[in-house]
Every structure is written in structure tokens, then in C-alpha cells.
Nanobody
């Protein structure tokens, strides 16, 4: 059992940056990890994924602006977000699963409670 706790959300102006963190209650070394976003009135979508070997995947909409990373020693993953625009507004969720393909299907075994990101002037 892994508990995930996100932090770092908040209100940011367009063009600004934020770094989200997701701290796990136990070791994440054997898990693939991901960040998802759920915008108001929309379905949850995969934003970025980092596999056990630290290879990464990104949604086309965030490529070049968001960076996902993991620190297995701290049992934490991060999402560095830059050049934020209002369409990035939503609740950001961290997820973990031992099977990377389940992250692509929105079927992760473990989920955090989410952290709100609002991009607005």
C-alpha cells in the first residue's frame, strides 16, 4: 500500500511557473509514476509519466514546458511547470502503478487527493 500526497499547487499568473511535489509513504523505486490533470468540466488526462528507469513521456500539450522527475531516495516525484497558461488550470493528481501501461489507461492502483492549480491574472 502506497499513500501519495501532492503539494505545491496554487494561483499563478499566465506565463508563470510552479513546481508540484508528490510524496509517497513508502518506496517508489518499483513503481511507474505519473501526473494527471482534471480541468473543470473535463475528464482527467495524463500529463506526464516517469517510468522506473526514469524515462519520461508527456502529453503533446505540455511538451517543452513541463518536466517530470523522480527522486527515489526521497520517495518523491515532481512536476516542474513553466510558461503556464489558463488552460493548465485544474486539479493535478499523482498516481503510481507497478505496471506502466495502466497509467496510460487511467487505471493506476494508487492515487493522491490532488492539488489545485489555477492560472489566472
Amino acid at each position: 500500500q502506497v499513500q501519495l500526497v501532492e503539494s505545491g499547487g496554487g494561483l499563478v499568473q499566465p506565463g508563470g511557473s510552479l513546481r508540484l511535489s508528490c510524496a509517497a509513504s513508502g518506496s517508489i523505486s518499483s513503481y511507474s509514476m505519473a501526473w494527471y490533470r482534471q480541468a473543470p468540466g473535463k475528464q482527467r488526462e495524463l500529463v506526464a509519466r516517469v517510468l522506473g528507469g526514469s524515462s519520461t513521456n508527456y502529453a503533446d500539450s505540455v511538451k517543452g514546458r513541463f518536466t517530470i522527475s523522480r527522486d527515489n531516495a526521497k520517495n518523491t516525484i515532481y512536476l516542474q511547470m513553466s510558461s503556464l497558461q489558463p488552460e493548465a488550470t485544474g486539479v493535478y493528481y499523482c498516481a503510481a502503478d507497478s505496471q506502466p501501461f495502466r497509467l496510460l489507461r487511467d487505471e493506476a492502483e494508487y492515487w493522491g487527493q490532488g492539488t489545485q492549480v489555477t492560472v489566472s491574472s
